[in-house]
């Protein structure tokens, strides 16, 4: 069984930066992608950015050149670090884990609220 762990949501004020990290822990599996979904009250979940182990990254239009992606392989971590950030990026994040085989996990979700 696989466990998400996220942390570093936050308020925080337009224009300002957060960094999500997500730990994936478990036994006997490995990881293919990582990512970030976000879901704002009212709204569908979407994706943020998504990182295969070999490190293609996806990114959603909205965060692309203020969102950044990166993982550490060897910790099964990922991080979100967001910046320039408005309040169309208030949301619940959620860490995506899909393994190689099986299906995929998701985090318990972490509120991220841009307001001044």
């Known amino acids: 069984q696989v466990q998400l762990v996220e942390s570093g949501g936050g308020l925080v004020q337009p224009g300002g930066s957060l960094r999500l990290s997500c730990l994936a822990s478990?036994?006997?599996?490995?990881?293919?992608?990582m990512g970030w979904y976000r879901q704002a009250p009212g709204k569908q979940r979407e994706l943020v950015a998504s990182?295969?182990?070999?490190?293609?990254?996806n990114y959603a239009d909205s965060v692309k050149g203020r969102f950044t992606i990166s993982r550490d392989n060897a910790k099964n971590t990922v991080y979100l670090q967001m910046n320039s950030l408005k309040p169309e990026d208030t949301a619940v994040y959620y860490c995506?884990?899909?393994?190689?085989?099986?299906?995929?996990?998701w985090g318990q979700g972490t509120q991220v609220t841009v307001s001044s």
């Open positions: 478990g036994s006997h599996f490995n990881i293919d992608v």
């Open positions: 990182m295969y182990r070999g490190g293609s990254t």
């Open positions: 995506n884990v899909v393994p190689y085989k099986g299906s995929a996990y």
